[in-house]
């Protein structure tokens, strides 16, 4: 299971946390404001009240060992400057970080944030599904939760055909199309390299495959990243 800390918890935040919660992951909800830590408290693993730049405090929660922490600070750019530095120094494998204007992203990108969050742009149920599913690219949503996906083959898959993977049966989602980014061979067509294929069951997966692939979102953010 995935273990992530929210930061923050007003409107964007508090989303965020809840989606992570419905996807399945271990979420630990963190602000300084009792009413917004009492509010989350029931919908996720742990919610608590704590200063997010006392790194010994954060420290208590284990958050130095999360998977991914995001600052979802929006309200106050100094603490959350402040929370990023202390993140980033604590090392923290994934940190995002909220960010009201493009001058204020480039600041965090500098002091160490590895993904800006803007969410005047992104609602907090795409960022849910984007830090629960890093092995899906570009993804379109067709229903709510039911979604076609792009996704890069990973070294499991390679050299194995369609019938030997089955991904319907394994991992419930269908594909559809398999685009090859890199020509096979010396002798290759390089005006096909990019060609869209029809997979059949005896279709070759080969490293640098693109699969797009239909299926629940549930279901898209199980496949292996690796």
Same mark, same amino acid.
């Given at each position: ?18 989606? &992570? ?12 404001? !009792? ?51 202390? &993140? ?45 599913? !890093? ?26 055909? &369609? &019938? ?21 061979? !010396? ?36 496949? !292996?990243?690796?």
């Amino acid at each position: 299971m995935q273990k992530f800390a929210v930061i923050g918890l007003g409107r964007f935040g508090s989303q965020l946390a809840r989606a &992570l919660t419905r996807a399945g992951a271990e979420v630990i909800a963190i602000d300084k404001d !009792p009413r917004l830590v009492d509010l989350l408290s029931s919908d996720v693993d742990v919610a608590v009240r704590l200063d997010s730049t006392d790194e010994h405090a954060l420290r208590e929660q284990g958050i130095d060992k999360v998977d991914v922490a995001v600052v979802g600070i929006g309200n106050d750019f100094e603490a959350n400057v402040l929370t990023t530095v202390t &993140l980033k120094s604590m090392g923290v494998k994934h940190l995002c970080a909220r960010a009201e204007q493009e001058t204020h992203g480039r600041i965090l990108k500098r002091i160490g944030a590895d993904e800006v969050i803007f969410p005047e742009d992104e609602s907090a149920q795409r960022w849910s599904f984007r830090l629960m599913a !890093p092995q899906i690219g570009e993804k379109i949503e067709f229903a709510p939760g039911f979604s076609l996906g792009q996704y890069t083959a990973p070294a499991s898959f390679h050299g194995k055909t &369609l &019938l030997d993977l089955q991904l319907r049966k394994k991992y419930r989602v269908n594909l559809i199309g398999v685009r090859s980014l890199a020509a096979k061979g !010396p002798e290759a067509d390089k005006d096909k390299k990019h060609m869209l294929k029809i997979p059949q069951p005896d279709t070759v997966i080969q490293e640098g495959d693109i699969l797009w692939l239909v299926g629940r979102d549930d279901d898209l953010t199980q496949l !292996p990243v690796e």
